[in-house]
């Protein structure tokens, strides 16, 4: 075994006159493996980053499981109101991993200013409100206090302020269609107190939230009437098992749909990321895999002779493969240490400088998002070095067709 990391090391640090031929293939091939790696990083990163991201957004508007009056009807308003005691609210306890419920209503309204209108839609919100995503999307302000007497505190998009040329502080005039017999539109005033940009249009151009207190008066709700119930899960990934339990532990008059059924159009498409994502690994392997296969060959074809006298003293033809194949791992190793730092510095500036652009109406999101996960990073870096080594097995191979006397011979 010294002996054959003896001459593995003679082979990647020699410099005779052959090394001309295989020094640029060797460095085609770490090359290779480099730019295979940071591929593979990238769009695992982005992919993944991409994907959480706009789970956080649909989150943050909806939750995760909706619950509501089981009428029919799917759309985002609030129709029929139901009772807020429940036996799951304000802790579901009867359903494990759940870690968040609270009650919110909506209702289509109309804002209307000096120079623009826009249609809405009004969410009101109790005490009881997550607010934790929506402060992560705040570019200035504050949320409404809803803690206190009924007030006319609303937080408004980036996108409808621009739109209706409002800015915090600023006051307007929301009109509501009356769903009772008079079917007159009811009229509030509103102050922005804070403003949002979540960079997800189709919400950043509907939601006001607000109190939920102005739709219960509106719509003559009494105190304990809500339109619907968010619930919010522990584990993403195991949200259509959560949303079967919820379900089956809320009453006849009540239905709970998780997000990915009301959203399925989004969640569809995030589901080709995964599918591009194996496509981009498969195709960078297969690059480096063929790479590092010409490297090795023109290291054996280059060294027959070597071959020869190792044969002719006694070695065997799986010691001599090992001494090829220790050489194709530390070229693996070479081109994978630099392939991950180039990587990782990437993710890293994408993700504290935000470089690469997106367009939200496409993409949903302003900035390309990137997840860092270092066991991610590992797996794609054992996965490539096995990977390759099991391929490489096969040119070895070449190795037991080689004579002893034929090479010396020849020299």
């Known amino acids: 075994m010294n002996l054959e990391h003896f001459i593995a090391k003679r082979l990647i640090t020699a410099k005779d006159h052959k090394s001309s031929i295989s020094a640029p293939i060797i460095k085609i091939a770490i090359a290779a493996i480099a730019l295979g790696i940071i591929m593979m990083i990238v769009s695992v990163a982005t992919g993944i980053g991409l994907q959480q991201k ?204 998780t997000i990915v059924e009301k959203y399925y159009y989004i969640f569809d498409w995030l589901k080709l990321f995964d599918f591009n994502i194996i496509v981009i690994l498969i195709i960078m392997i297969v690059v480096s895999t063929i790479n590092m296969v010409v490297a090795l060959l023109v290291l054996i074809l280059e060294r027959t002779q070597m071959i020869g006298i190792l044969k002719s003293m006694g070695s065997n033809n799986w010691s001599i493969r090992k001494i090829f194949l220790y050489n194709a791992f530390y070229l693996i190793i070479r081109g994978l240490f630099w392939g991950d730092i180039i990587g990782l510095g990437l993710l890293i500036i994408q993700k504290y400088f935000g470089i690469i652009k997106l367009n939200p109406e496409s993409y949903y999101v302003n900035v390309a998002p990137v997840e860092i996960n270092i066991l991610y990073i590992i797996v794609l870096n054992i996965g490539t070095i096995v990977i390759c080594l099991i391929v490489l097995l096969i040119p070895s191979y070449i190795i037991a067709k080689i004579s002893p006397a034929k090479t010396i011979r020849f020299d």
């Not at 109190?211 to 990934?237: A, C």
Request: net charge neutral.
């Open 54 to 257: 706009i789970r956080q957004k649909v989150s943050a508007f909806n939750g995760h499981i909706i619950i509501s009056a089981f009428n029919g009807n799917q759309s985002d308003v609030s129709t029929d109101p139901i009772s807020i005691h429940q036996k799951f609210y304000p802790k579901f306890k009867s359903v494990q991993g759940i870690s968040h419920v609270q009650a919110v209503a909506t209702k289509l309204g109309m804002i209307r200013t000096e120079s623009a209108f826009e249609g809405i839609t009004y969410k009101g919100v109790g005490k009881d409100y997550k607010w934790d995503y929506i402060k992560e999307y705040l570019i200035s302000g504050t949320i409404p206090n809803l803690r206190t007497n009924l007030n006319q505190e609303v937080v408004i998009s980036e996108y409808l302020a621009n739109r209706l040329n409002l800015k915090l502080g600023d006051s307007f005039n929301t009109f509501f269609v009356d769903e009772g017999q008079s079917k007159m539109p009811k009229s509030r005033r509103f102050k922005i107190v804070g403003i949002y940009n979540s960079g997800f249009q189709e919400f950043d151009a509907a939601f006001v939230i607000g109190d939920l207190r102005h739709l219960q008066k509106i719509n003559k709700w009494s105190p304990d009437q809500i339109g619907s119930f968010e619930v919010f899960v522990d584990d993403f990934t195991k949200i259509k098992e959560k949303g079967d339990e919820v379900y089956n532990e809320t009453s006849s008059i009540l239905n709970s749909q």
